[in-house]
């Protein structure tokens, strides 16, 4: 076994200890293919007993690859390290590449000026792939990762509507934002309510967009009054300024579907101030059922995606993609279910 304080295990004395050739060892660390099991098992065994540890440097001119992942999320550090939301699309992501002995290299977006710092790394060969979620409509992030080659997975449907992208079949992993609004919306009307209310997220991006037409397809035949709609930004400060516009505006709506926790639990303190009880005079329905939902007074109705999952998703779609490495079945997106989680607020 390797000594602490002594010199670091070589390739060679991984050889010399497992009765194989140099280049046999260096096929088994590097994942190879062409050795025989019981002598790959000779192999890791001797390297377990020596405590080596690849040479990323010299591994990475052998087999092409860095070991790491970018992670793009297109919001400023302020938005990601406050909003649970992507704590745990996070922690998903990282679970699954760690698991793979594989990096994971966190890139945010404070301004338009990172955008270009953020291509020019994705094109520098410092990782195998990205990881992009969060995105917006004018984001030029998703043309640099074609750009650049890398493989690409995105959190959340693109939205590709212009012509430059046509053709091109994105790798990504979503929830089914249209149905988890639809079962919002259609839970509160089957309570009784009438005037319901709706703070979405920024339209400028797809889940936002696909939870306001869900929304408005519950509510047919009668259209979406446009005086019960407001934009909440995804953040709690957000949802208390559209639920105060709301009230100004409906003072008699008697539900709000929120289209994020946060943005709930921000109506709710909104709704408290103005003397509103919850759900006798206004019910309220969030979106994620994050752990803040079951906190909140009352606890949240919402609807249920699996974060956490996703973010797994993510990863392990980009894993099989560079284990494809071009060849193989041709993957898919991915979509999830959303399901809703009743409890005190409606």
């Known amino acids: 076994m390797s000594v602490p304080g002594g010199s670091r295990p070589t390739l060679e004395a991984v050889a010399a200890l497992a009765g194989v050739s140099r280049a046999t060892v260096s096929r088994v660390v590097n994942g190879g293919t062409g050795v025989r099991t019981e002598i790959r098992e000779r192999v890791q065994q001797a390297v377990t007993e020596l405590g080596y540890i690849p040479n990323i440097a010299a591994r990475s001119l052998v087999t092409r690859r860095t070991g790491a992942v970018a992670v793009v999320i297109a919001e400023p550090e302020?938005?990601?390290?406050?909003?649970?939301?992507?704590?745990q699309q996070l922690r998903g992501i990282g679970r699954e590449l760690g698991a793979a002995d594989t990096q994971l290299l966190l890139m945010m977006v404070e301004s338009d000026r990172d955008h270009?710092?953020?291509?020019?790394?994705?094109?520098?060969?410092?990782?195998?792939?990205?990881?992009?979620?969060?995105?917006?409509?004018?984001?030029?992030?998703?043309?640099?990762?074609?750009?650049?080659?890398?493989?690409?997975?995105?959190?959340?449907?693109?939205?590709?509507?212009?012509?430059?992208?046509?053709?091109?079949?994105?790798?990504?992993?979503?929830?089914?934002?249209?149905?988890?609004?639809?079962?919002?919306?259609?839970?509160?009307?089957?309570?009784?309510?009438?005037?319901?209310?709706v703070i979405t997220g920024p339209l400028d991006q797809t889940s936002a967009q696909d939870r306001l037409d869900g929304y408005r397809e519950a509510l047919a035949p009668s259209s979406a009054d446009p005086l019960l709609i407001a934009d909440g930004s995804f953040t709690a400060e957000g949802g208390e300024r559209a639920m105060?516009?709301?009230?100004?505006?409906?003072?008699?709506?008697?539900?709000?579907?929120?289209c994020s926790d946060l943005m709930a639990t921000g109506a709710l303190r909104t709704l408290r101030a103005r003397g509103r009880r919850v759900p006798e005079d206004v019910a309220v329905v969030g979106y994620d059922d994050l752990a803040p939902a079951a906190w909140a007074d009352p606890p949240l109705t919402t609807v249920r995606q699996d974060v956490q999952e996703m973010g797994r998703l993510m990863a392990r779609l980009l894993l099989d993609r560079l284990a494809a490495d071009g060849g193989g079945a041709r993957l898919s997106p991915v979509v999830t279910p959303a399901t809703l989680i009743v409890r005190d607020s409606s």
């Open 78 to 87: 302020t938005r990601v390290f406050s909003d649970p939301f992507f704590a």
């Open 244 to 258: 105060a516009a709301l009230l100004d505006a409906v003072p008699d709506l008697d539900a709000v579907f929120a």
């Open 116 to 197: 270009a710092r953020i291509g020019r790394y994705l094109s520098g060969g410092h990782v195998d792939g990205a990881l992009m979620f969060s995105l917006h409509r004018a984001d030029p992030l998703p043309a640099m990762a074609a750009a650049s080659g890398l493989p690409t997975v995105f959190g959340g449907r693109p939205d590709w509507s212009d012509e430059s992208h046509a053709g091109e079949h994105p790798l990504y992993v979503d929830t089914d934002n249209r149905d988890g609004a639809r079962q919002a919306v259609r839970h509160l009307l089957a309570r009784g309510r009438r005037r319901i209310a």
